[in-house]
């Protein structure tokens, strides 16, 4: 047996092309859908009587028609699993061969995921095309994994599967087709040999294999074993002549030793001895508690446009998600290189492979080749213990059914053995699909807002449903800014996916396609020059949220794993951990703290309240308290790491620039096993008696046996009594938002006068006559306010940068120029529209602003109105809080209530 990769020179379309690669390299339309040629040539040397040649494909997108010397020899439709064609009919020894290629990729849409799509046979959301047309457009067509010449005897094998247990039996399942003797050797992780079985087959053979002082494959330690495995004839077919590199092995793993003659066929195999099992809500690996950290990889490679990075690119990717926490990765809608599972196994990474399935239209032609496609891609994954988990689609709606689903995931769970199937990642219910799982474990896609995650974490919970693991297939994006200027210092030198030219960047299926506007638009709103000053905020936000969200979803029993949103930025999201130039955007050690196999987490005591009669959650601001105050957090370990140990913790509390004020410890506590989420101890201690507001730090090192975590929670303290040396308020409050004001300010009158600051919650004819005619208000601006501003809809958390402007008005409230947890009281989910002021009555001045990571569109939170002689200010900001699990009322909320008080003295000095 022998090979040799076809390097070329490869043409299309009359241009030298590289293979692998794809043809959109070459200049040909991003959105031309073929059918294009590709050509070259090539030979195949000696071949011994009964040998037979094939052409083995790495990989084609979509559909193909394979021609030698212009007689078809073979097709095939899937653009992400290899394929054998048999041209030995069509070759001859020692002869050069034109080998022809005709690929068509799936038809682009046109404008969105539901627009139409350009001509083609083959529509996108017919085909298996995964994700990657609504990432960046289109996806890519051609050869785009290595082309091979194979030279075999006479018995080949189809389909050879290998696995093994932490007991040390091995197995090895071969398709072969004819008689021959088969030999298998199985060799451990050091190269030595373990056994060597030889047995004549007829057909299909199956091997045990017992091995002593078995070293079993886990993320910490990935010991592989290798299966090889050659079927031998005696009719005088030979490799003698092998023409391979020369090398142990081949790019694929095949191995080339020289095997004498009458050697037909060998495959090579590493087998890694592990066994994975669902208990109850705990996934366990070799009988030890497993947690799935995982980054989401859409298959994204911008300078490619295809999805075969280089070996040493992948390597480098993989080892970064280590030194960030995560101990896998989710394929999302895409299939990689084989080599991609290879250097996860042997890196122990774990892998979450989801089918190419997204908003299909399923066809007579997708639904005969989704079970086609499954079961070859399901083969290449399952010899791999790093892949763990699967998922048939993702997000899948009511169009895909009981018909499709329930087949799919019994032939799924019939190839993978222990691995976890599901039938749809982020479940019917939430995708308005099969209410009828067919599932493993429970899925969640959950992107929130933070003041909304715990009580939507409460919604989706298992609770009654069977024991399941409960993993989130996907969460915790958070788009940072993307300064177009570090990509080029013009237009003409950044990439394509910002040009306006639709002939160079059709949108195709992208719904987000805003790019190329960013900049026009942020040189309109003042902001283009500022770039460097918005990304610097937010990234620091998203650090935030992605912090409080996994440490929200840690500290619970009943949370199995997750898969963070996502690997690198993209040009329909810059919600990746590094950006489009490779970079990381946050600090490991940083990221680590709340990312890693044993997290310190906080709790916070529970109150209840009387309302309407009866009991509601009482929900204060846990990070904000007012001088005198006692706060009592409760220090919490989730571990799910390697050791059993006794506990041991310490902790500090300090003001900024200050020596801690408070301290304390704890151990040797009760021993904590792995798998185990629980309360160490109270971190209780009492404010200071602050006179300004002042940032403090509470900072946490607890050790399980040998391992060690470390975490900071940033605090907010403030002034006891704020309101007390603020002047005469006039409240205007019909809907009681914030009635609570008249418990804290000492003088609130219900006329409106020129003397004092009005809080109004509705924005009504007399008000405006009176600040037209010298009063001065505040407008806490909602849906039901009638605001001046018109107002629309839009997170405060995702996908914005805010950015906190310089004004009289914010005094001495604390703040870093960015919105940390002292925002999170008042976060709003209205933002004021300030692109067109007619009827406004003066110039504007803002406070809090936001831009649109995505869009680059200007919006505000709060800004300040000089209206006729008076003065004005409109925000949004929920000072009443009340908001999922915002403080309930003005009085609880501590910074919002601050906040408040500023800019009613800032007004009361106007």
């Given amino acids: 047996?022998?090979?040799?990769?076809?390097?070329?020179?490869?043409?299309?379309?009359?241009?030298?092309?590289?293979?692998?690669?794809?043809?959109?390299?070459?200049?040909?339309?991003?959105?031309?859908?073929?059918?294009?040629?590709?050509?070259?040539?090539?030979?195949?040397?000696?071949?011994?009587?009964?040998?037979?040649?094939?052409?083995?494909?790495?990989?084609?997108?979509?559909?193909?028609?394979?021609?030698?010397?212009?007689?078809?020899?073979?097709?095939?439709?899937?653009?992400?699993?290899?394929?054998?064609?048999?041209?030995?009919?069509?070759?001859?020894?020692?002869?050069?061969?034109?080998?022809?290629?005709?690929?068509?990729?799936?038809?682009?849409?046109?404008?969105?995921?539901?627009?139409?799509?350009?001509?083609?046979?083959?529509?996108?959301?017919?085909?298996?095309?995964?994700?990657?047309?609504?990432?960046?457009?289109?996806?890519?067509?051609?050869?785009?994994?290595?082309?091979?010449?194979?030279?075999?005897?006479?018995?080949?094998?189809?389909?050879?599967?290998?696995?093994?247990?932490?007991?040390?039996?091995?197995?090895?399942?071969?398709?072969?087709?004819?008689?021959?003797?088969?030999?298998?050797?199985?060799?451990?992780?050091?190269?030595?040999?373990?056994?060597?079985?030889?047995?004549?087959?007829?057909?299909?053979?199956?091997?045990?294999?017992?091995?002593?002082?078995?070293?079993?494959?886990?993320?910490?330690?990935?010991?592989?074993?290798?299966?090889?495995?050659a079927a031998h004839t005696d009719d005088g077919s030979s490799d003698d002549d092998d023409s391979s590199d020369g090398d142990d092995s081949d790019e694929d793993g095949s191995s080339s030793d020289d095997g004498g003659r009458g050697r037909s066929d060998e495959r090579t195999l590493r087998v890694g001895l592990r066994e994975l099992a669902a208990h109850g809500s705990?996934?366990?690996?070799?009988?030890?508690?497993?947690?799935?950290?995982?980054?989401?990889?859409?298959?994204?490679?911008?300078?490619?446009?295809?999805?075969?990075?280089?070996?040493?690119?992948?390597?480098?990717?993989?080892?970064?998600?280590?030194?960030?926490?995560?101990?896998?990765?989710?394929?999302?809608?895409?299939?990689?290189?084989?080599?991609?599972?290879?250097?996860?196994?042997?890196?122990?990474?774990?892998?979450?492979?989801?089918?190419?399935?997204?908003?299909?239209?399923?066809?007579?032609?997708?639904?005969?080749?989704?079970?086609?496609?499954?079961?070859?891609?399901?083969?290449?994954?399952?010899?791999?213990?790093?892949?763990?988990?699967?998922?048939?689609?993702?997000?899948?709606?009511?169009?895909?059914?009981?018909?499709?689903?329930?087949?799919?995931?019994?032939?799924?769970?019939?190839?993978?053995?222990?691995?976890?199937?599901?039938?749809?990642?982020?479940?019917?219910?939430?995708?308005?699909?099969?209410?009828?799982?067919?599932?493993?474990?429970?899925?969640?896609?959950?992107?929130?807002?933070?003041?909304?995650?715990?009580?939507?974490?409460?919604?989706?919970?298992?609770?009654?449903?069977?024991?399941?693991?409960?993993?989130?297939?996907?969460?915790?994006?958070?788009?940072?800014?993307?300064?177009l200027r570090r990509l080029g210092a013009v237009a003409a030198d950044r990439p394509w996916w910002t040009h306006g030219d639709p002939a160079v960047n059709p949108q195709g299926a992208r719904w987000q396609y805003d790019v190329q506007a960013h900049e026009e638009r942020l040189r309109r709103n003042g902001f283009w020059d500022r770039g460097a000053e918005l990304e610097a905020i937010s990234r620091q936000q998203a650090l935030l949220h992605r912090k409080v969200t996994l440490e929200a979803v840690r500290i619970r029993h009943d949370t199995s794993g997750y898969v963070v949103t996502g690997e690198r930025d993209t040009p329909i999201s810059t919600a990746g951990l590094w950006d489009d130039l490779g970079e990381l955007k946050v600090d490991p050690a940083e990221f680590r703290a709340f990312n890693s196999d044993l997290v310190a987490c906080v709790g916070w005591d529970r109150r209840r309240t009387w309302r309407a009669g009866g009991d509601r959650p009482a929900y204060g601001d846990p990070w904000c308290h007012e001088a005198g105050a006692v706060v009592r957090p409760h220090l919490v370990l989730a571990h799910h790491g390697r050791d059993s140990a006794p506990v041991w913790a310490e902790w500090t509390v300090a003001l900024d620039g200050s020596d801690p004020f408070t301290s304390g410890s704890h151990g040797p506590g009760e021993r904590l096993r792995p798998g185990t989420v629980r309360e160490v101890c109270v971190a209780a201690f009492e404010v200071p008696d602050v006179r300004t507001p002042r940032q403090a730090t509470l900072r946490v090192r607890a050790w399980v046996g040998g391992e060690l975590t470390s975490n900071t929670w940033r605090f907010w303290f403030f002034p006891h009594s704020p309101w007390a040396e603020v002047g005469p308020v006039v409240l205007d409050d019909p809907g009681g938002r914030v009635a609570d004001l008249r418990a804290l300010a000492p003088a609130v009158a219900d006329t409106l006068t020129t003397e004092a600051v009005t809080v109004a919650t509705r924005w009504t004819p007399d008000l405006a006559h009176a600040v037209e005619n010298g009063a001065r208000a505040i407008l806490l601006a909602d849906e039901a306010s009638d605001s001046p501003l018109p107002l629309v809809p839009m997170p405060f958390w995702r996908e914005a940068v805010k950015v906190i402007e310089p004004h009289e008005a914010w005094d001495d409230f604390p703040h870093e120029g960015w919105t940390d947890l002292q925002f999170a009281g008042c976060a709003p989910d209205l933002a004021i529209d300030t692109s067109d002021t007619c009827g406004v009555a003066g110039p504007m001045r803002p406070l809090l602003r936001r831009i649109d990571a995505r869009t680059a569109h200007l919006h505000d939170y709060a800004t300040e109105i000089a209206w006729g002689k008076g003065r004005l200010i409109v925000s949004t900001l929920r000072f009443e809080g009340s908001r999922g699990d915002q403080p309930r009322g003005l009085a609880r909320n501590t910074a919002a209530s601050y906040l408040l008080s500023r800019f009613v003295s800032f007004l009361q000095m106007r």
């Fill in 1 to 229: 047996m022998r090979n040799a990769v076809l390097t070329g020179p490869w043409e299309v379309a009359g241009r030298p092309v590289e293979v692998p690669g794809c043809w959109e390299d070459t200049g040909i339309a991003k959105d031309a859908p073929g059918p294009f040629d590709y050509r070259t040539t090539f030979d195949v040397g000696g071949l011994a009587a009964s040998d037979r040649v094939w052409l083995r494909f790495g990989a084609v997108s979509y559909a193909c028609e394979v021609f030698v010397d212009g007689q078809e020899v073979g097709r095939h439709i899937g653009m992400w699993d290899a394929f054998d064609v048999e041209v030995t009919s069509a070759v001859d020894a020692g002869g050069t061969h034109e080998l022809l290629v005709r690929v068509e990729k799936p038809a682009s849409l046109t404008a969105g995921p539901d627009s139409p799509a350009v001509p083609g046979r083959y529509p996108t959301r017919e085909t298996l095309a995964g994700f990657l047309p609504y990432v960046w457009g289109h996806v890519h067509g051609g050869i785009w994994q290595d082309v091979e010449v194979v030279v075999t005897g006479p018995v080949v094998f189809g389909d050879v599967t290998a696995w093994g247990t932490p007991a040390g039996e091995v197995t090895i399942a071969a398709e072969v087709s004819g008689a021959s003797t088969v030999k298998v050797t199985l060799t451990d992780p050091t190269g030595g040999v373990v056994s060597e079985v030889v047995r004549r087959v007829e057909h299909d053979a199956v091997f045990s294999i017992g091995v002593d002082d078995p070293q079993p494959w886990s993320p910490d330690d990935p010991r592989l074993y290798t299966v090889h495995i």
């Fill in 282 to 483: 705990e996934l366990r690996l070799n009988g030890d508690p497993l947690y799935p950290r995982m980054l989401l990889s859409w298959g994204l490679y911008p300078d490619l446009l295809h999805a075969a990075p280089s070996r040493d690119r992948v390597r480098a990717d993989l080892e970064r998600l280590r030194e960030l926490g995560f101990n896998g990765v989710k394929l999302c809608l895409w299939f990689p290189p084989t080599y991609y599972f290879d250097i996860a196994d042997e890196l122990g990474l774990l892998v979450w492979v989801e089918l190419p399935m997204w908003l299909p239209h399923p066809t007579e032609h997708f639904r005969t080749q989704l079970p086609a496609e499954t079961d070859r891609l399901v083969r290449m994954a399952r010899n791999h213990p790093s892949v763990i988990l699967y998922t048939l689609g993702c997000e899948l709606s009511a169009v895909i059914g009981d018909d499709v689903l329930a087949p799919l995931y019994a032939h799924v769970k019939g190839l993978v053995r222990d691995a976890l199937v599901r039938d749809n990642s982020g479940s019917g219910e939430a995708y308005g699909g099969l209410l009828t799982e067919y599932a493993d474990f429970y899925d969640h896609h959950l992107y929130c807002e933070l003041q909304h995650f715990r009580e939507t974490l409460e919604h989706f919970a298992p609770g009654w449903r069977d024991a399941k693991p409960w993993l989130f297939g996907e969460f915790c994006d958070l788009d940072t800014f993307r300064d």
